[in-house]
């Protein structure tokens, strides 16, 4: 005989075990029912149904407790979920027993949309109102998350015209044999159906390509308009641009946004910003990589009065022992509009030229006395002469690159990715989100938000876990 223990299908329970005895009390369900109690669901725009005919409505805060609960556990399929309240013992526990389907729990996620981004902030002012977010030091990145829709079927200008190009040289050929055939047979001729097939499709192809010029884009696929190319995880892939500012000292996402441009160019002001919407106030800096990196950015920020550092780009950037003809070296005399060089030689204005990269204007300066120049060979190999590119924004990356030379500002440039990837790589791989499984970019805001939402819950709930964090009373 010997020693294993095995189930005893036979026996039976005098009284039924209690479900409250079958949840540990530090349980993250616990957590999830607690923390959202502690909202006021109905301040943050939830939405229920009004009507009092037909079968009675599920509670609000059963639905969203079901929805966290689901992101929590990398639960994010409405069938999953609903499957998962009959087979979850701590999901059972968490709806009292109660069985929403796949499709309350869609209504609910499509009626809630920007509710659910305000119960996100809501959760973040309940963090910061326990003085869990320290508000010294904010790191901002965003990450590319590919779309629900295929790239397989979508607009692409390239394919469309190519496909337009053949449809083009074959109605061509057929058209010169219905005339040939025409010339040799009375009466009217009718076009063959193949080719009134191949124009039928050549006008899909122009209403396709017309779609293209309408929107800007090279790219397009009708089922997600919004959606763009984008590299997603080492692929180009139609997605869209996550971004998120999380706080040093707690780890949290404090503010979360998706956009549809492929750059982060035009964030890191907003995204500042939206700190401030969620928790009342912005960090003492927020540290940024160079996508962020733009003139415009950097002034538009130093006009909100916002303390950003960016990793500047290569071209922006300064050497710290700049050669003697390195650009740094050229001053620009505003009074004269001039240039000096290090030889004391003025470069004169020339013209205004449009910078397509960073889509503004520069004024170029050009010397005037090179020819006479013996250390010419070494300024420029030009055989126009050296030209100064002046941007309207030289003051400000100059601003910026000073700044960035202090001891503090560098200990918190090299803080950055220890800072924001970390959230990343555990909403990627811990939580296996990788993809949105809704449409459109009002959707995937909102399931971001819920992604976010979610991601901070399993930060809070170890602090909640060892009595360090305290939800606030109902």
Known sequence: ?????????????????ALED???????????????????????????????????????????????????NRIRSTRDLE???HEHLSLIWLTGMKYPDHNTLWRFLRNNSEAIRNAFAAGVRVAASSDLIGMVLHALDGTKIRAQASRHTAHHRE?????????????????????????????????PEELQDAESRRQVIRDALAELDNAQTDHLQPAEPDARMMKCDGKTDFGYNSQAVVDEQSGLIVAADVTAQETDYEQLVPMVKKVDEVIGDTAEETVADRGYSSGPALHEAQEEGLDVLVHLQPHMDEPEDPDEFHCSRFQHDTQTDVIIC???????FEQEKWDCSNKYKVRVYRCQSFRDCPDRDRCSPS????????????????????????????RSLSRRKVIVEPPFGTIKEGMSFRRFTVRNLDGVRMQWALVCFAFNLRKLYRSWSEGVFVLPAC
């Open 1 to 17: 005989m010997t020693n294993e223990i095995r189930p005893d299908y036979d026996s039976m329970h005098l009284f039924p075990p």
């Open 342 to 348: 290090p030889l004391g030689k003025t470069l004169t």
């Open 83 to 85: 499957r998962a309240c």
């Open 159 to 191: 394919q469309l015209e190519r496909a337009l190009k053949d449809l083009d040289s074959k109605f061509d050929e057929m058209f010169s044999e219905v005339e040939a055939a025409e010339s040799e047979q009375e009466g009217d001729y009718k076009l």
């Open 383 to 410: 055989k126009r002469g050296r030209t100064v590119r002046i941007n309207p924004y030289k003051s400000v990356v100059e601003k910026q690159i000073e700044k960035q030379r202090t001891p503090e500002a560098k």
């Open 22 to 72: 079958w949840v540990p009390g530090d349980h993250p369900a616990r957590f999830i029912r607690d923390y959202v109690d502690a909202l006021d669901l109905e301040d943050l725009g939830f939405k229920a149904r009004a009507s009092e005919r037909g079968r009675p409505n599920y509670a609000l805060d059963l639905l969203l407790k079901v929805w966290l609960y689901g992101y929590f």
